[in-house]
């Protein structure tokens, strides 16, 4: 229903109910359309008609959501806007309290004629970087305006870096990320614009849940004072986990890559590696544990790398280990033997509840 939500940000409450209401009935009509009307495909129709609306669900509104979808509406004007440089890597900020990486994309936003043409315009999918930090400072209105709000879905930030920032999971980690720095604020009786930004950034690192326990450990490629590379691989910036992933061929001379992690608590961890899906990749991928006694080689079929959703590989257990505090436990993977390309991304060691 292109356009017909223009005034729906300026809105009193009446108009957007009315707004909303005219949605209802415009989907609605398009679903009936799909299934009855003669100018659709008799194999379209008979589709459609084995469809319906959930019986089980929204019991008290005739089974239909009561809430309209509104992608986007008013935003904050904060300390800091979040733009297109933020989303493909041309400014980064330092005060970052959360991650994003979706494509920027807008969905049309008007229907013009143009030569008899009826046209869609607006359209916009902008993609091809990787996650990118959010500033703190787009979570907080200006001090002059306002000293006690966090604003984490509806922050600052431009059109076209909403578009991007815009999903569940990133509103999580915002508001997660809002809730601690609001205790901050509170225990220390400041405003919101003075809190600790480096405080904050080490509590969602080291302890995310609040309880004491011990953390995910998260060893990335790009982590230089972790990781031991040797032989020739080649740095791909698009379509890892993180900012980039590391990827070899096969050759006579081993190449291998070694992530030594800093295990600050002893104790029984599951081991995950991140596996981008290319198509060149080998057969089988040749990981070596070592838990700081024993050696252990595993082999990962590309058959088991089962990528799901819109991701650009999937994380693959190692099995379980008892690794000890310190750095003598690691994770390597070789290309010795390969037939194909061999990629190191990621390591993810996830301890034992």
Same mark, same amino acid.
């Not at 995310?208 to 982590?223: A, Q």
């Given at each position: 229903m292109i356009g017909m939500n223009y005034d729906y940000p300026e809105a009193d409450y009446a108009k957007r109910t009315a707004i909303i209401k005219e949605h209802e009935l415009y989907t609605k009509g398009l679903l009936y359309f799909c299934g009855h009307d003669v100018r659709v495909p008799a194999e379209l129709r008979n589709e459609m008609l084995q469809y319906g609306y959930p019986g089980d669900e929204y019991t008290d509104n005739n089974n239909w959501s009561p809430q309209l979808y509104i992608r986007e509406s008013r935003r904050m004007v904060g300390m800091y806007v979040m733009t297109q440089a933020n989303c493909e890597g041309r400014e980064t900020v330092n005060d970052g309290v959360g991650m994003a990486a979706y494509t920027m994309d807008s969905h049309n936003c008007e229907r013009i004629v143009v030569n008899g043409m009826v046209k869609n315009e607006g359209n916009v999918?902008?993609?091809?970087? =990787?996650? #990118?930090?959010? !500033? /703190?400072?787009?979570?907080? @209105?200006?001090?002059? &305006?306002? %000293?006690?709000? *966090?604003? $984490?879905?509806?922050?600052?930030?431009?059109?076209?870096?909403?578009?991007?920032?815009?999903?569940?999971?990133?509103?999580?980690?915002?508001?997660?990320?809002?809730?601690?720095?609001?205790?901050?604020?509170?225990?220390?009786?400041?405003?919101?614009?003075?809190?600790?930004?480096?405080?904050?950034?080490?509590?969602?690192?080291?302890?995310?849940?609040?309880?004491?326990?011990?953390?995910?450990?998260?060893?990335?490629?790009?982590?230089?004072?972790?990781?031991?590379?040797?032989?020739?691989?080649?740095?791909?910036?698009? =379509?890892? #986990?993180?900012? !980039? /992933?590391?990827?070899?061929? @096969?050759?006579?001379? &081993?190449? %291998?890559?070694? *992530?030594? $992690?800093?295990?600050?608590?002893?104790?029984?961890?599951?081991?995950?590696?991140?596996?981008?899906?290319?198509?060149?990749?080998?057969?089988?991928?040749?990981?070596?544990?070592?838990?700081?006694k024993n050696l252990k080689n595993i082999f990962i079929n590309r058959s088991q790398i089962q990528v799901e959703g819109q991701t650009s590989g999937e994380w693959v257990s190692l099995g379980k280990y008892r690794l000890q505090k310190g750095t003598r436990a690691f994770v390597a993977i070789t290309n010795k033997n390969a037939d194909g390309a061999v990629i190191a991304d990621a390591v993810l060691f996830v301890p034992a509840k």
């Open positions: 999918e902008i993609g091809g970087f =990787g996650p #990118y930090p959010i !500033s /703190y400072h787009s979570l907080i @209105p200006k001090e002059g &305006e306002c %000293k006690n709000l *966090f604003v $984490p879905v509806c922050l600052s930030a431009t059109h076209i870096a909403y578009g991007s920032i815009r999903m569940e999971p990133v509103f999580m980690e915002l508001a997660q990320s809002a809730s601690v720095a609001a205790c901050m604020a509170i225990n220390a009786k400041q405003i919101v614009q003075e809190v600790n930004i480096k405080k904050l950034q080490s509590i969602l690192k080291t302890n995310p849940l609040l309880d004491g326990s011990i953390c995910e450990l998260l060893s990335d490629n790009d982590d230089s004072a972790h990781v031991k590379i040797t032989g020739n691989w080649k740095r791909i910036t698009v =379509g890892g #986990y993180g900012p !980039s /992933y590391l990827v070899t061929e @096969p050759s006579d001379t &081993e190449r %291998k890559i070694q *992530f030594n $992690p800093r295990i600050e608590t002893s104790g029984s961890y599951t081991v995950y590696a991140y596996i981008p899906e290319i198509d060149s990749t080998a057969t089988q991928s040749h990981f070596i544990v070592y838990d700081g």
